[in-house]
């Protein structure tokens, strides 16, 4: 069910605080104050288009929480990259259905399963992205362990 409606600012407790700004056409760039921001265009010509800044923000989220498990064994890895593939809906709004998050973590020292815990807590319990999608989003995951 959702909840959308109009509404006051005072009703929402501040712990993010972004702005966005359109520069034309479909291009936005979007950050907090003082910091870098990060870039967006609707068609996806000059920057990220907004669905992919999300998943995105699911993989950036979840290799946090990776590299943080594996640093805490002692397996911190040489590189890791994430493949993520979404599957959106035909109709409006083509809203995200399906993702797939393919995890290649490079590091001599890191164990398979110890990698596939780590990214199993990482998109299962700790993410707080995933867990502000819909939680009937379907997310898999694979991994490809390649020696450092």
């Known amino acids: 069910m959702k909840h959308d409606t109009l509404g006051n600012v005072d009703a929402v407790r501040a712990d993010n605080t972004v702005t966005l700004t359109w520069h034309g056409d479909r291009q936005f760039e979007s950050g907090r104050a003082g910091v870098p921001s990060i870039r967006m265009d609707g068609d996806a010509a000059t920057a990220p288009s907004p669905v992919d800044a999300l998943i995105s923000a699911l993989a950036g989220c979840t290799a946090v929480d990776v590299v943080d498990i594996l640093k805490k064994r002692r397996t911190e890895p040489g590189a890791l990259e994430i493949v993520v593939t979404a599957q959106r809906a035909d109709a409006t709004p083509r809203r995200v259905v ?22 199993d807590l990482a998109v299962t319990k700790y993410c707080s992205v995933r867990d502000s999608l819909d939680p009937e989003l379907p997310v898999t995951w694979s991994l490809e362990l390649l020696p450092g």
Do not use: F
């Open 98 to 119: 399906k993702v797939h998050l393919a995890y290649r973590i490079t590091g001599g020292g890191v164990e398979r399963d110890h990698a596939l815990r780590a990214i």
